[in-house]
């Protein structure tokens, strides 16, 4: 179990343990079993929710009401973090959680700035659609809260949380920085250092955003393999490849993480050489020969006898030329 996980179990139970000096060990690798990576993703959700929870209750003693709100009357940010997707298992655990045991934890909005009785959210999307869905008021605090505020609030409530991708912290930090904010800004709102944030919007910007949307958000898939096909977008052709990749047959019932290696698999593949063609023609438009080159291959097909033992005649003459201009190169 994690030191994590242990510290939670803890404050749950109110375990207290007797001080006890460190003893010096030598810690051998190992790889944890099914149950204890099950365990501590357990508890790692129990940690995102004692978080939550505590964020409730400084925002409950900081004199904020809980107020329940149609969800009609509230619009997503005005930057979006998520990828959307088809099937999203995830958010139908959080619907099915809200139908049985209610909202727990209220979202966080602010007066919309140009409609009264209206509202934007600054996280807690997930909940905001699955009450509009479920057909029940959204419980949320409302705050005034400047554009800055608004994003610092929505970063650092999914930035410490393991399920935005990414990709999509990559998408979100572009599109931050298409709105205008600093790289400081963006770094603080995702609660990482420059270079991080750079290596982030070096990806996003580098692709384009129809083919990450295209992708979706393909949690399985890490920076390294995002940097690598990034740097496949450099070149037009990788951009052509990749769009051929999502017109093909089947591709849109995929799931996010297949689209990647269907994509990747595509830009990886080397193109054909183009080929060039040319037909020679006589003063008075009747065809001589089809010129086609490809990469190195050079082929004359000729039309007229006459014109092949033209050529055929010259060959020699035309090899000679050939190395006197180049003699000395």
Do not use: C
């Amino acid at each position: 179990m994690s030191p994590k996980g242990r510290d939670i179990l803890k404050s749950m139970v109110g375990a207290v343990e007797p001080t006890r000096p460190e003893v010096p060990s030598v810690q051998q690798p190992h790889r944890p079993s099914g149950a204890v990576k099950a365990m501590n993703l357990s508890l790692g959700r129990l940690g995102e929710e004692a978080a939550a929870a505590k964020a409730l209750r400084e925002s409950l003693a900081s004199g904020d009401k809980v107020l329940e709100i149609d969800p009609a009357a509230v619009e997503m940010s005005f930057i979006r973090d998520r990828i959307p997707v088809d099937k999203d298992a995830e958010f139908e655990r959080l619907k099915q959680s809200i139908q049985e045991s209610g909202q727990q934890v209220p979202i966080l909005v602010r007066p919309d700035p140009v409609r009264a009785g209206h509202y934007q959210a600054a996280y807690g999307h997930r909940r905001l659609r699955a009450a509009a869905e479920i057909g029940v008021p959204v419980k949320a605090v409302v705050r005034k809260l400047t554009d800055e505020e608004l994003i610092l609030a929505q970063g650092q409530e999914n930035g410490p949380r393991v399920d935005l991708s990414f990709i999509e912290r990559a998408l979100f930090a572009r599109r931050m920085d298409e709105y205008g904010f600093s790289r400081d800004m963006i770094a603080k709102a995702l609660a990482t250092d420059k270079p991080e944030t750079s290596r982030l919007l070096q990806v996003a910007q580098t692709i384009d955003p129809e083919i990450i949307l295209a992708i979706g958000p393909a949690p399985k898939v890490g920076r390294p393999r995002w940097l690598a096909f990034a740097e496949k977008f450099r070149e037009t052709s990788g951009q052509k490849k990749a769009q051929a990749a999502i017109r093909t047959a089947g591709f849109g019932t995929l799931e996010t993480n297949s689209r990647f290696d269907v994509i990747w698999k595509a830009v990886e593949e080397k193109s054909a050489p183009q080929r060039a063609e040319q037909t020679l023609r006589t003063q008075g438009g009747a065809p001589l020969a089809l010129v086609a080159r490809s990469g190195k291959t050079f082929r004359i097909t000729v039309k007229s006898a006459a014109f092949s033992e033209f050529l055929a005649q010259r060959l020699a003459g035309l090899a000679a030329e050939f190395e006197e201009e180049n003699e000395g190169k």
